[in-house]
């Protein structure tokens, strides 16, 4: 994975986002599935691809937290959707509470380090950028706060 895949990932819609990050990984990391848990106040838990079992849940994410670690990529086995499946899990630190991408594997064939550093550093960027947007006003919401802030000196100088 290189910039220009990273630059290709965050130009997608936030709502594509997670597809274009399992094309990216895709080559490098067969997967049957992607999920995140992240600290996007409208989805924080978006899931893409195939479950193993009825449906994967943010209990199952929020209990990979304490194997991955506060950053950075762990692989091993893990119960998703009340089956026990081979995952990678990639930790951001970009964001509170870190953000978590797992990928559902579709084998247990262990993935090389340099392939996991390369995948944890393209979901620090895709993560450091959605939280750059979260974090900016955008134009709807300043219009609003000063609209807001013009009635309530209407509302004292009435006085």
């Known amino acids: 994975m290189d910039l220009v895949t990273a630059a290709r990932v965050i130009q997608a ?5 997670l597809g274009h990050l399992s ?7 067969p997967h049957r599935a992607i999920a995140e848990l992240s600290n ?15 449906s994967v849940t943010i209990a199952d994410l929020a209990a990979l937290r304490s194997p991955a670690g506060d950053a950075g990529a762990w692989q091993g086995r893990a119960l998703m959707a009340g089956t026990e499946v081979p995952v990678v899990v990639l930790v951001s630190a970009f ?12 084998e247990d064939t ?6 996991l550093a390369s995948a944890n550093a393209l ?4 993560t ?4 750059g947007l979260r974090n900016e006003a955008v134009p709807a919401t300043i219009a609003v706060s000063r609209a ?3 009635a309530h000196e209407w509302g004292a100088a009435a006085r």
């Open 128 to 131: 450091a950028h959605m939280e």
């Open 110 to 115: 262990p993935v090389p380090q340099e392939v």
């Open 23 to 29: 094309v990216a990984v895709e080559q490098s990391i």
């Open 148 to 150: 807001a802030a013009l």
């Open 95 to 106: 964001s509170e509470p870190n953000a978590l991408l797992v990928l559902l594997r579709t």
């Open 13 to 17: 819609p936030p709502s594509d986002t």
């Open 40 to 54: 996007c106040s409208f989805a924080p838990f978006k899931l893409r691809g195939e479950s193993p079992g009825p």
């Open 123 to 126: 979901w620090d960027v895709v």
